[in-house]
């Protein structure tokens, strides 16, 4: 794959927000976007907003504006204009030939069904490899697309969770980069969108920490450049599960914006002083950008908030 030109005026940190419009923004997303912008602002960097609307069985009408407006209220404002992955598919085929040009892609027809009855040596969730050598005939029709791992070792270093570590073919198996419902699997689009984008630092869930591995293989595999990644602690329902549109988390509740941001910036280790959730969102994010400090994150596990904004 070619590499993306240079984008004019690079500067040295490059953020994003990347929300995927299944719903609209809850608590967990808004947290996860507000230690992004303040990571960026803090270093002086850009910080963009990209749609990942890969998913069109996910993408819900409408959602995608009110993510940007939920953002804006609270005075998250981002840089170039945002971008939507779904009118990139023409870049995602690029990539995805890229790969094919070296051989690494095959196409597999196992169901999941199969895939959860066939008695196989490796760990549940690891794909066995049954369709690597099967060369079927390539139909797009029913047939998923995967990338071939081997034993390659990813390690890398995560800004707040340290040192991680993948064996591609022991740990995560042959991946799908190309789903048997005709859609671009999230770790290929996500790649690419990175580095054409120039994102340098990547601040998102810890529920991501799993697949990142997977992303510096794909950029390996497509030299393109490997971001510095920062993985903030999730956000948990009162049954322990993390916040998320699956588990009908409710849309983040804008209307006190200064009391929703004092809120987050509380779980985000950074209480605000007495008396400043008053202050216009401005104020409140210039004091938050001054002060931000990731590395508060460290030894934060996963959180429940017992409280609403709004029942405070
Ligand atoms: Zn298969």
Known sequence: MQHPAPLANCPSYRGRFAPSPSGPLHLGSLFTALASFLDARSQGGEWLVRIDDIDPY????????????????????????????????????TGLDALRDQGLIYACDCSRRELAEERTDSPPGVYPGFCRHKQLAPQPENQ????????VVIQFEDRIQGPVKQVM??????????????????????????????????????????????????????????????????LLNAEGQKLSKRTLAAEAETRY???????????????????????????????????????????????????????L
Do not use: C, N
Not at 216 to 226: C, G
């Open 169 to 234: 073919d022991r740990e995560i198996g042959d991946f799908i980069v190309y789903r048997r419902d005709g859609a671009f699997a999230y770790h290929l689009a996500t790649v690419i969108d990175d580095a054409e984008q120039g994102v340098t630092d990547v601040v998102r869930g810890q529920d991501l920490l799993d697949s990142t591995p997977r992303q510096i293989y794909l950029q390996q595999r497509l030299k393109l450049p490997t971001p510095k990644y920062a993985h903030v602690p999730i």
């Open 144 to 151: 998923a697309l995967r990338l071939v791992t081997g034993d």
């Open 58 to 93: 996910r993408t819900q009408p409408g959602a995608a504006d009110r993510i940007l407006s939920s953002l804006e209220s609270l005075g998250l404002t981002w840089d170039r204009s945002v971008v939507y992955q779904s009118q990139r598919l023409e870049r995602y085929r």
């Open 257 to 311: 914006p200064g009391r929703l941001l004092g809120y987050l910036l509380r779980l985000l280790q950074h209480p605000l002083p007495a008396g400043m959730e008053a202050a216009a969102t401005g104020e409140i994010l210039d004091w938050a950008i001054r002060h931000w400090q990731l590395a508060r994150l460290r030894h934060v596990g996963a959180m429940m908030p017992k409280t609403t904004p709004f029942s």
